[in-house]
């Protein structure tokens, strides 16, 4: 068994209850790929449910149960919710070993299109968002097929299609080149920023981790992952990881003067005598007293008090994420070094 299996096995085999998706789910295993661009993830097996997540396109997920045409899953973050089995492809272990290996393309553009034929006047087979993951489509020699200003794709379910190659890089080696320029912390921390001001105006929503639509957490985690790097869904798994950085001064007032471009702010309750902390809002600093964030739409606000775009609210900590990528203990890990995204050695 693959060093990926194994480690997804050991994960799932704790108190966890299989069923499985009827007999044909039965003989592939438990596992699945997101053939949805974006797939609401909800907290119960029902479309009034709460959203509480969306997993991407290309996206490896553990399969949990299922009831109806409801299947529950957990993405890489990870995140346990219920998505509608026609946004999921099921694969056995052998099946998602081929997966893992295949050549593939990463969507960098914010929205675009997958066409049945290489012409943006041919019929759309797929809506295409940032940080989407399909296979290469590969000729008679095993070449990538590529005509006119569109290469060939292969969505997870066997679909083809073709995107205009501008908007798409290839995957193993775009990971690669996140990971190394994660290295060069000044050069990576202005890409965060510049990624983060691409949401600019996407409106709030609540469980929203796409470029469609993200709310605070949602936003933070998909500028990160837009430059190869996994963090966890929620604020409050997000205030733990990394390095702290103090932001107050001996009088409690709030002092940002030790906070670097792409650390994470965060608000919520402080903690007291008899209460832990309680982070539930996150944005990202990105310089001289402002950050950005996902709060009604993705703007930017400032911790200066003297400001016009003040926000009227006292941060209750802040961590740095850049440095520490990899990091043992960190709670950070980059795409590169995801089994849920590449085999590991």
């Not at 919710?81 to 099946?95: D, I, Q, R, T, Y």
């Not at 691409?198 to 933070?220: A, E, H, Q």
């Not at 996902?294 to 926000?311: K, R």
Request: glycine share 8%; hydrophobic share 40%.
């Amino acid at each position: 068994m693959s060093i990926f299996l194994k480690f997804l096995s050991s994960a799932v085999a704790v108190a966890l209850s299989f069923n499985c998706l009827a007999s044909a789910q039965e003989a592939k295993g438990k596992w699945a790929v997101v053939e949805f661009s974006a797939n609401f993830m909800r907290e119960a097996p029902d479309y009034a449910a709460e959203l509480g997540d969306q997993a991407l396109m290309g996206t490896v997920v553990e399969v949990l149960d299922k009831t109806g045409y409801w299947v529950k899953i957990k993405s890489p973050e990870p995140y346990t919710a219920w998505v509608n089995e026609s946004g999921l492809v099921p694969m056995g272990e052998k099946e998602l070993g081929s997966y893992l290996a295949a050549p593939k393309y990463i969507c960098t553009a914010s929205v675009t299109n997958i066409y049945e034929e290489p012409s943006t006047d041919s019929r759309i087979v797929s809506d295409f968002v940032l940080g989407d993951i399909v296979r290469v489509m590969l000729g008679a020699k095993g070449q990538a097929v590529a005509k006119k200003r569109f290469v060939g794709v292969v969505l997870p379910s066997g679909k083809t299609g073709y995107v205009l190659a501008q908007d798409v890089a290839e995957f193993s080696k775009w990971a690669k080149e996140k990971k190394n320029k994660s290295l060069s912390e000044n050069d990576f921390r202005k890409d965060i920023l510049t990624t983060g001001y691409r949401f600019l105006g996407v409106p709030y929503m609540w469980g929203g981790t796409s470029i469609k639509n993200v709310d605070c957490s949602g936003f933070s985690r998909s500028v990160y992952f837009a430059n190869g790097v996994l963090l966890p869904r929620n604020a409050s798994q997000q205030a733990k990881v990394g390095e702290d950085v103090g932001i107050f001064k001996s009088n409690g007032d709030v002092d940002w003067s030790e906070l670097l471009p792409g650390d994470l702010l965060f608000w919520g309750k402080a903690a007291t005598d008899s209460t832990k902390e309680r982070a539930t809002h996150v944005g990202i600093y990105i310089g001289e007293g402002k950050f950005i964030h996902s709060a009604q739409v993705v703007h930017i606000n400032s911790l200066d008090s003297s400001a016009p775009d003040f926000y009227n609210r006292k941060p209750i900590r802040a961590r740095r994420v850049v440095g520490h990528i990899d990091e043992a203990g960190s709670g950070i890990v980059s795409i590169a070094r995801s089994p849920f995204y590449f085999p590991q050695d």
